[in-house]
């Protein structure tokens, strides 16, 4: 689950990284602050579905499933090979730090983020996003 997690972070890290390049990133809290101003992970579904050994080569993928202004949900699929051995279903929140409340994101992190999501907005929803703790297959 270390390495999984690991690799969740580079993943989210170098996909944030696409719209807030001067970004500081703490990875033990999952916070990305640019500006006075951060996406919060306000949910977050993991579901294991594999195993992977040290030494496994992984990738990860990287979907927006929803994004506006305040927020966006993603869906990460750790891989290897060609089976998903995990996937992190993610609400985050935008927020302005100084007041402590949502707020719209900046022109310049909108703008961004909306050509992500208006580039995925055509793919088929992830297998298993949107699934409740315990729900059946």
Same mark, same amino acid.
């Given at each position: ?30 916070? #990305?602050?640019?500006?006075? *101003? ?5 949910? #977050? *579904?993991?579901? *294991? ?9 992984? #990738? ?18 750790? %891989?290897?090979?060609?089976?998903? @051995?995990?996937? @992190?279903?993610?609400?985050?929140? *935008?927020?302005? %730090? ?10 310049? @992190? ?28």
């Amino acid at each position: 689950a270390d390495a999984e997690q690991k690799l969740y972070d580079l993943v989210v890290r170098r996909f944030l990284a696409v719209f807030f390049p001067s970004a500081e990133y703490q990875v033990t809290t999952r916070i #990305t602050v640019a500006a006075g *101003h951060s996406f919060y992970s306000a949910e #977050t *579904h993991i579901r *294991h579905l594999g195993e992977a050994k040290l030494g496994d080569r992984l #990738t990860g993928t990287l979907q927006i499933i929803s994004a506006d202004e305040k927020r966006f949900r993603s869906f990460v699929r750790i %891989m290897k090979g060609d089976t998903c @051995v995990a996937t @992190v279903e993610q609400l985050c929140l *935008h927020v302005n %730090m100084a007041e402590g409340k949502s707020a719209p994101s900046s022109a310049e @992190v909108w703008t961004k983020l909306k050509a992500i999501a208006d580039a995925q907005a055509n793919l088929p929803l992830p297998e298993g996003a949107g699934r409740a703790v315990g729900q059946k297959k």
